[in-house]
């Protein structure tokens, strides 16, 4: 699968430095928002959470909780496809041909990345050379 490198728009709303800040960077990308908009929207959503819901470790710069990024790519229109049940083992992998076309968020062990019509847009590649395994991804319809 192809590679293309970016950062969703980080460097240039001014943050600086490396982090951890993978659902905020794929949602930027695949959403085509302004990082700095997501960013401000998903702590948002955190501190609400963290007043309905029992999270601790939870921030756009270090990691987002998935009971915070589904329901607001669910609010924005986006639909979880899953690719893995419990026991069926590893159906699809970042790979040429396994994923469907058009603007995916496609979540991975420990990790989220924007594909877009076969392209991974992030900060590095992450595909393990096409051995990856895809848990599910998320769809505009």
Not at 67 to 74: G, K, N, S, W
Not at 88 to 112: A, F, M, Y
Not at 114 to 130: K, L, M, P, Q, Y
């Amino acid at each position: 699968m192809l590679f293309n490198y970016n950062d969703g728009g980080r460097s240039a709303a001014g943050y600086k430095g490396d982090t951890r800040d993978c659902v905020c960077r794929a949602i930027a990308i695949a959403t085509e928002q302004n990082y700095s908009e997501v960013y401000d929207s998903l702590v948002e959503k955190i501190k609400n959470a963290r007043q309905t819901r029992r999270i601790k470790k939870s921030h756009p710069r270090t990691g987002v909780n998935k009971i915070v990024y589904r329901p607001y790519l669910e609010k924005l229109g986006w639909t979880w496809v899953p690719c893995m049940t419990i026991g069926s083992g590893c159906q699809t992998h970042l790979k040429d041909n396994e994923l469907p076309s058009g603007r995916l968020i496609v979540r991975v062990s420990k990790h989220l990345t924007s594909v877009i019509d076969g392209i991974i847009n992030d900060t590095f590649d992450c595909s393990r050379d096409g051995t990856r395994c895809v848990y599910g991804y998320f769809i505009k319809k």
